[in-house]
């Protein structure tokens, strides 16, 4: 469930929190997300997630619906935490990027290629993630 209520709109950026860290997602629509997961895991994690350090291949970009990502007991809520710093490419864009890369293994790295690091780089083209360096 949403916390503080709304709606996602195609772009926006999930932050879902779990015990200890958050999960980030992009919400693609029809309740779907793009997000980064283990392989071999329904869900990963992000801040947190010991499991993912530094594997190179071990982790992909998935589509899944938001319900299945969000786990209860978590919560998430729209955080589009940088639309004040960065114009955020168009949707079009942002949802085609996110499209092509759905299914590729990527490197996963805690501190400079996380869940966070993606969305953010698909929403604004920018490399910065704001749970490492806050």
Request: hydrophobic share 30%; proline share 5%.
């Amino acid at each position: 469930m949403a916390e503080g209520g709304g709606h996602p709109r195609p772009g926006d950026l999930i932050e879902i929190f779990r015990r200890g860290y958050q999960h980030w997602a992009l919400y693609e629509g029809d309740g779907n997300v793009i997000h980064v997961t283990d392989v071999g895991k329904a869900v990963a994690g992000c801040q947190g997630a010991q499991h993912l350090l530094n594997l190179p291949g071990n982790t992909k970009v998935k589509k899944e619906p938001l319900k299945d990502v969000e786990k209860n007991p978590d919560k998430w809520r729209v955080n589009n935490k940088y639309d004040r710093d960065y114009t955020p490419l168009p949707v079009e864009k942002i949802i085609q990027n996110a499209e092509h890369l759905t299914g590729t293994a990527i490197e996963y790295d805690l501190i400079t290629s996380n869940c966070e690091h993606l969305v953010i780089l698909l929403r604004y083209d920018e490399e910065i993630s704001g749970q490492v360096s806050d």
